[in-house]
């Protein structure tokens, strides 16, 4: 379905975070587990929103981010 795919697409770019201009960031899976380091106190975690990274979430860390 229309609908679907595109969420699907969309979710293959989607990064939840703070990685803007930092070097290192806690890749973690989801939305939780992003909340729950951040109550630990890490401060730069990004959720990659599924169980596998991406290549474009690799490529968008790069580029938006200083990591590389």
Do not use: P
């Amino acid at each position: 379905t229309g609908v679907q795919s595109v969420l699907f697409r969309s979710r293959k770019t989607t990064l939840a975070g703070d990685y803007k201009n930092t070097k290192t960031v806690m890749l973690v899976e989801g939305y939780f587990d992003m909340l729950k380091a951040k109550q630990l106190g890490v401060k730069k975690v990004v959720a990659i929103l599924g169980w596998k990274i991406t290549d474009n979430q690799i490529l968008k860390l790069k580029s938006e981010g200083k990591i590389g």
